[in-house]
């Protein structure tokens, strides 16, 4: 057979067979995503340690020839049996909180903070928040800064880690840790308060339309998107936002005692390299290598809470995976002229 039409064949041959496992896999996520209305979650914990280690290994079976490779090999095994018998050293668990308006991430950090103070020991396990966020709801970020809370009561050491940015909640929610580290040009601060109300009340007028709003209480609704907003209302409205503000920067003074709040809580933001010396940050130094420093000196893990898979989608993945070594080998082997 000629090699082009050798190639052809296979190549639809491989064609066909992802076709058919992938018509498989969809079929069958569907039907997962129909039944998964009440799916549960569990912690998932991964050691940070042996993700370092593996890319180490992997850089060695690269780069050192075979009989350097086991000497290596050997040494760390031994090593790693004398620190077996030794007793467990520190323990830093690492958390992720990717913000929104709403704060929504808020119910999983409480679960991992949960997760974390089954085991954590008081006066010996860290805690580094790895925050991003532009901020959202004072209530919402309020429970955020609230959870962070409740591992410095039980004596858990926790850093605020910012890579790009935590402002307004975000940095209201950074102010519980025991100290905040950021990167060079991560965004921090905006410690002020904002509402923005739009207006119709005008454009009613102007169509000869009548909206009220019947309330009991003098301040039931002082502000209002289709009636009209009085100088009244204005004034309260405004006293509630300058309460929120005087309550947030008081958050700020007593966990920043160096800044000088006065002159921060204007709204303004910071890169982070200027924000060290207002008092808004600790230290300068992105997270990764916050951890990789860390990596030596103790154990490191990322505990996240997430949804449990089911076997359904357990199953999609490894029909997904066999499909592309298929296909692979395949088309390999077609290339190959085999």
């Not at 025991?178 to 040009?185: H, N, S, T």
């Not at 309550?247 to 982070?272: C, E």
Request: glycine share 10%; aromatic share 6%; proline share 2%.
């Amino acid at each position: 057979m000629p090699f082009w039409l050798d190639l052809a064949a296979f190549v639809i041959k491989a064609l066909v067979i992802v076709a058919a496992v992938g018509g498989l896999a969809i079929l069958i996520a569907r039907l997962a995503r129909s039944g998964d209305g009440g799916q549960d979650r569990e912690i998932a914990i991964k050691s940070i340690n042996d993700r370092y280690d593996a890319m180490r290994d992997a850089l060695d079976a690269k780069l050192l020839e075979k009989k350097a490779r086991k000497a290596l090999a050997k040494a760390r095994k031994k090593e790693a049996k004398t620190r077996h018998g030794e007793p467990a050293g520190k323990r830093i668990y690492v958390l992720n909180f990717k913000g929104d308006l709403r704060a929504t991430a808020v119910k999983n950090l409480g679960r991992e903070i949960d997760a974390v103070l089954t085991v954590a020991r008081p006066g010996d396990d860290e805690v580094i928040v790895r925050i991003d966020s532009g901020g959202g709801t004072v209530t919402g970020y309020d429970l955020a800064a609230a959870e962070i809370f409740r591992l410095r009561a039980r004596q858990i050491s926790v850093t605020a880690s910012v890579d790009q940015v935590a402002a307004s909640g975000g940095y209201m929610m950074a102010c519980a840790a025991d100290r905040i580290v950021a990167a060079p040009f991560a965004v921090v601060g905006s410690i002020g308060v904002v509402a923005s109300v739009p207006n119709l009340h005008k454009l009613l007028q102007k169509n000869a339309i009548d909206y009220e709003d019947i309330t009991a209480g003098e301040f039931k609704r002082t502000v209002s998107v289709l009636g009209e907003i009085t100088p009244a209302g204005r004034d309260h409205f405004q006293g509630k936002l300058e309460a929120i503000h005087d309550a947030f920067k008081a958050h700020v003074a007593a966990r920043r005692p160096g800044a000088d709040v006065a002159r921060i809580a204007n709204g303004d933001t910071w890169l982070a390299s200027d924000a060290l010396a207002l008092g808004l940050v600790d230290e300068i130094v992105a997270g990764d290598e916050l951890l990789f420093r860390a990596r030596d000196s103790a154990r490191l893990y990322e505990v996240k809470w997430e949804a449990r898979k089911s076997p359904l989608q357990n199953l999609v993945g490894g029909l997904g995976a066999a499909a592309r070594k298929a296909a692979d080998v395949l088309i390999a082997r077609a290339i190959g002229g085999v």
